[in-house]
């Protein structure tokens, strides 16, 4: 059981403003305009950005002509960022404000969102709802700090309170993939230690994955130099046998994999106790 410190607690009044840091401010200005111009159709929509802040990440892309909407929860800066001529709503982004949102202002281009997925415990929610609010042909882009960066270069100082969930890619797939969103691209980045920028839209849009995205294929098991293929091998040159060794996923791989033993095939499992399965 996980006991979570009441974000309201935490966010209502926030104490952190982003462009403070110089840094910070360049990363986002050259994001901002990488953004803009990778995906000019989508930027001549309203673009928001979660957890916006003091509106960091809108203030450049207005200035190119952008529509933009801030989310943050920390009312005091969203305050600030309203004085500034970033319009911002001082809320939680989940399912429940998404239909005010669509209906005041339409579905979104492109929403972006930067450090912030890490600090919530309502992720499927959020995810729920940037897919409701996506346009069919929109790009959600985020960045999150990369647990492999993490754990690499023991960033132990990046494990506080605040941060309650940790990224690397597959699962990111995994998450997105349950409402019905696909990552087409992702950059490895350095800020905050290490972290992935994920390009994700709709399943059916019309973007290309990315070849960084489709996993393994084509590399080699490290230590062991065994070739990693496409499954389609398996029916190019059929084996008597198949070792799983993700033993515990076993029963979907069978299930998966069913006209393998209706030739005949079977199955060796390993874990907990060698046995043979056909």
Same mark, same amino acid.
């Given at each position: 059981?996980?006991?979570?410190? *009441? ?46 802040? *003091? ?16 989310? *943050? ?67 959600? #882009? ?70 960084? #995205? ?14 990693? #293929? ?9 084996? *008597? ?19 393998? #033993? ?17």
């Amino acid at each position: 059981m996980l006991d979570f410190i *009441d974000r309201e607690l935490i966010f209502n009044h926030y104490a952190y403003f982003s462009s403070t840091s110089p840094k910070l401010v360049e990363h986002f200005e050259k994001f901002s305009k990488d953004l803009f111009f990778k995906f000019p159709q989508q930027a001549n929509q309203l673009i928001i950005d979660v957890g916006s802040n *003091d509106g960091i990440m809108l203030k450049p892309l207005k200035k190119l002509g952008a529509r933009v909407l801030g989310i *943050d929860p920390a009312k005091n800066i969203a305050r600030i960022a309203n004085k500034h001529g970033i319009k911002t709503i001082g809320d939680f982004f989940g399912s429940t404000l998404v239909p005010k949102l669509i209906k005041a202002s339409g579905k979104a281009g492109i929403i972006s969102s930067s450090n912030t997925l890490a600090h919530t415990d309502t992720i499927h929610d959020i995810i729920y709802a940037t897919a409701q609010l996506l346009d069919s042909r929109g790009v959600f #882009v985020f960045e999150v700090q990369y647990l492999a960066d993490l754990l690499k270069k023991n960033e132990f100082d990046n494990i506080y309170h605040e941060h309650i969930c940790y990224f690397s890619l597959h699962p990111i797939i995994y998450l997105l993939k349950l409402y019905n969103l696909r990552v087409f691209d992702v950059e490895h980045i350095d800020t905050h230690g290490g972290s992935l920028r994920v390009y994700a839209s709709h399943v059916d849009s019309p973007f290309t994955t990315n070849k960084k #995205v489709q996993t393994k294929q084509n590399l080699y098991m490290p230590g062991t130099h065994i070739p990693i #293929v496409s499954p389609k091998k398996i029916k190019e040159d059929i084996p *008597d046998y198949i070792l799983i060794l993700a033993w515990n996923y076993a029963e979907a791989i069978i299930q998966k994999e069913q006209w393998f #033993v209706r030739q005949g095939g079977k199955f060796i499992l390993p874990i907990p106790f060698p046995k043979i399965i056909d």
